[in-house]
Structures are given as C-alpha cells and as structure tokens.
C-alpha cells in the first residue's frame, strides 16, 4: 500500500444553477475546507451552480484555484475572473487537464456531464491507469441509483469484485478529506502485460 500525495483535488459537480440548495452548500463547504486544508481545488472552470460555489467560497477562504474550461462553454458557464482559468479548445483537453493537475478526486451531485467524467475516472483506475482516490459526496442519497447500478454490473460478472475498491462514499461534506486521505493505492490496478515503472 503506497502512500498518496495530496496537493490538488479536483471536484467534479453540476454547473446548474437550479440544484438543490443544500448541494450548493455543500459545494462551498468543501470549496472552504480544500483552501483551509491548504489545497488547491481543480474543477471546471464555470462560475455557476455547484462548480461557482466550490471556487468562489475556495477563493475568498485564500485558497488556490484552477479552472479548466473549453472556449465555447465560456459564455454559458461564465467563468470566475478572479480565479485562475485556463481556457483550452475541447472536452477532451479540459478532462485531461484536470486529471493531471489533480492528485484526487471528489464527486459531488451533477448532470449527465459529471456522469460522463465519473465513468470515464473510474474506468481509468479499474485499468490501471491511475491510482488517484475518488470520493463521492453521496448527499441525500443522490449518488444510490449510480451505486444500484454498479451493483448490478458486479451481480453480472461483468467487472471483478475489486471494483468496489475503486472508490468511496460519504454522506456528510466533512468526510470527504479524511476518506481521499485514507483511501490506499490498490495492488490489483496494474494491468496484465504491463510492467510497473520503478
């Protein structure tokens, strides 16, 4: 079990305005916890819904941000000008960005594009292309249906039973840094055929 280097943590959530209040205050709570906790927080790059208040509430705690956004979502999303924003020309090239420049990653409540990043995050560490923590922020049960149908998947003999391992779930937004912190590298995430880098 390695130990895991915690300096970035990127925050994937809904860029709705519409959200539930308490998910929107549960944004700006972890956005205040990573810059108390001296972390930089990694997300989206838009200035509304959940993403706006996790990076405004990090800002004016003092604490480090970086935004990520592709050009043609800078006028929906409307990024913060006071933070740190880097403006690149797709989706692909945001996602990537923002797993390099993150050592962790916490899910809070979103939409089909937070669905979209989770998968693709997950299906990355059951690969082995990375052993970086997920957390969830399963708030009022948001995250169940998701979990229901992972259990399913398992159920099938379609993915190992060490895929539970590739992430965690919290209930409350003061257990989200204490369970990435916790959470190990995982044995089994080399893939076959290839050899670990030493």
Same mark, same amino acid.
């Given at each position: 079990?390695?130990?895991?280097?915690?300096?970035?943590?990127?925050?994937?959530?809904?860029?709705s305005s519409?959200?539930?209040?308490?998910?929107?205050? %549960?944004?700006?709570?972890?956005? *205040?916890?990573?810059?108390?906790? $001296?972390?930089?927080?990694?997300?989206?790059?838009?200035?509304?819904?959940?993403?706006?208040?996790?990076?405004? %509430?990090?800002?004016?705690?003092? $604490?480090?941000?970086?935004?990520?956004?592709?050009?043609?979502?800078? %006028?929906?999303?409307?990024?913060?000008?006071?933070?740190?924003?880097?403006i690149?020309?797709?989706?692909?090239?945001?996602?990537?960005?923002?797993? /390099?420049?993150? /050592?962790?990653?916490?899910?809070?409540?979103?939409?089909?594009?937070?669905?979209?990043? +989770?998968?693709?995050?997950?299906?990355?560490?059951?690969?082995?292309?990375?052993?970086?923590?997920?957390?969830?922020?399963?708030?009022?049960g948001?995250?169940?249906?998701?979990?229901? +149908?992972?259990?399913?998947?398992?159920?099938? /003999?379609?993915?190992?039973?060490?895929? *539970?391992?590739?992430?965690r779930?919290?209930? /409350?937004v003061?257990?989200?840094?204490?369970?990435?912190?916790?959470?190990?590298?995982?044995?089994?995430?080399?893939?076959?055929?290839?050899?670990?880098?030493?």
């Amino acid at each position: 079990m390695a130990s895991q280097r915690l300096e970035s943590v990127c925050v994937y959530c809904a860029s709705s305005s519409a959200a539930d209040p308490d998910f929107l205050s %549960a944004a700006a709570a972890l956005g *205040r916890s990573l810059a108390d906790a $001296g972390l930089r927080l990694v997300y989206g790059g838009g200035g509304l819904g959940l993403m706006g208040a996790c990076a405004r %509430a990090a800002h004016e705690r003092g $604490g480090r941000v970086l935004g990520v956004i592709p050009h043609f979502l800078t %006028a929906r999303e409307r990024p913060l000008a006071r933070v740190e924003t880097v403006i690149v020309a797709s989706m692909h090239e945001r996602k990537l960005r923002m797993f /390099d420049e993150a /050592d962790a990653f916490a899910i809070l409540p979103g939409g089909i594009g937070t669905l979209e990043e +989770v998968i693709e995050i997950l299906s990355w560490r059951r690969l082995g292309l990375h052993a970086k923590p997920i957390v969830f922020l399963n708030a009022k049960g948001f995250w169940n249906p998701l979990f229901e +149908v992972f259990e399913h998947i398992l159920a099938q /003999d379609l993915a190992p039973s060490e895929f *539970r391992d590739c992430w965690r779930a919290v209930e /409350d937004v003061g257990e989200l840094l204490p369970a990435l912190r916790a959470m190990p590298t995982l044995a089994f995430m080399t893939p076959p055929g290839v050899e670990e880098m030493t």
